[in-house]
């Protein structure tokens, strides 16, 4: 389904482009962590999958219905697998899986922005220009780090190229784009012998090595890192081929392209993948919202279930977290347009697997849900909370070239309660 953002904010025009970046600066060469950060992580094989609906999902339409108030829309609140948690009808085949999910009702961000927002929920932090900081895929990716796998450890759905959203822990960790064809180029030509390819890369692994010897900087690290990957991936292209996935599992996610992608997020799960992220858009709904988020979450609804129920009858979902996740909510107030604008004072996400508690309810919002009465949390707390769903220490750093740089905002703390 195609909207239009009411808003036209630029990140509305970029929603759904792959794109290329290099790292400004040479700080991020060295990223190391503390060993009792990464003792038995690999061995535990955690892993996280987060899906973002990009404009700002309406919690009064998915999470936290309020039927028959002021605020609360045409739609209803039904029942779940969970007795005395509701959620919306828009969430038909969701509801039965709630007793492997929970969800998180009393979020105040204080944000109304959409990129400002999409910083706060990926990277934990306040937006602050002239700071960079990582984004939750590459905290992840390096503190869950398969180093004898050849497959990136952050990979984004869909995307093309490589990211620069890692800030000081090095182009190693930026996402990696996806889009379910095996990576373009990435087999010898027939004309091409074996013996003279091998020779060819060998040279060019020595320039490399050379350059790199005499002017070192994040944008040659950057190149180096990625032309090396590329050669190990030549081995592993079939991952990437959502096509080798069987026709039944295409039907029965959808074949529409959100569908494709949590599919192929499935495959990436499946092959070990640390931080694999998943987009679908458009929930920017300044105008006819009811009927947008029918259609929108309507679409979300089928693949999302498929996907955690293959996840748990796979055995992944223990040690899989799941995120759920909007750059904010959408007003309880209905505008003369039948749309709910920006809002971020009490708004909620759907969160499971992993270290996650299933079942449970955490906060609450007034009965119109205006504000929150209970537990009021933010971007922080839940950054937090992602990271010791997966068994790490949040309130530990890394130590980048000796200087100790917290994993997470040490202002904040996890939601304690919700983690088992």
Known sequence: MKSFAMCGSVEHQMARRGFLGIMGGAIGLGATLPQSLTA????????MLVVFLSGGVSQLESW????????????????????GIHISELLPKTARHMDKL??????????????????????????????????????????????????????????????????????????????GKPPANSTRHESLLSEADQMRHAFQHR???????????????????????????????????LAREPEADHVRYGKHDFGQHCLMARRMLE???????????????HNENFNFHLEQLAEFDTPFSCLINDLHERGKLSSTLVVVM?????????NVR?????WGTAWSICLGGAGIQPGAVIGKTNDNGT??????????????????????????????????LPLADPAHSPIHELIR
């Open 40 to 47: 038995g992580l690999s061995q535990q094989n955690k892993q």
């Open 64 to 83: 936290d219905p309020k039927p028959m108030t002021n605020t609360g829309g045409p739609f209803r609140a039904i029942p779940t697998a969970v007795p």
């Open 102 to 179: 929970s969800l998180i009702r009393s979020i105040n961000t204080r944000n109304g922005d959409h990129g400002k927002g999409a910083y706060q929920m990926q990277y934990g932090r306040n937006l602050m220009p002239g700071l960079e900081f990582p984004h939750l895929g590459a905290v992840t990716a390096r503190s869950l780090e398969r180093t004898d796998s050849p497959l990136p450890g952050n990979i984004r759905i869909p995307g093309g190229g490589r990211s620069r959203d890692a800030a000081y822990l090095g182009p190693r960790f930026a996402s990696v784009g996806a889009d």
């Open 207 to 241: 320039a490399n090595e050379r350059f790199l010897s005499m002017r070192r900087t994040a944008e040659t690290d950057l190149y180096t890192q990625s032309y090396e990957q590329a050669m190990q991936l030549m081995d592993r292209r079939e991952v990437f081929d």
């Open 271 to 285: 092959n070990d993948v640390p931080y694999v992220q998943v987009s679908h858009t458009n929930y920017d709904t």
């Open 326 to 334: 909007s750059e904010f909510g959408r007003t309880p107030k209905i």
């Open 338 to 342: 039948y749309g709910r604008d920006h």
């Open 371 to 404: 504000q929150v009465i209970d537990r009021e949390v933010n971007h922080g707390d839940l950054f937090h909370t992602y990271l010791s769903a997966v068994g790490l220490d949040s309130s530990s750093s890394f130590n980048i070239n000796g200087r100790e």
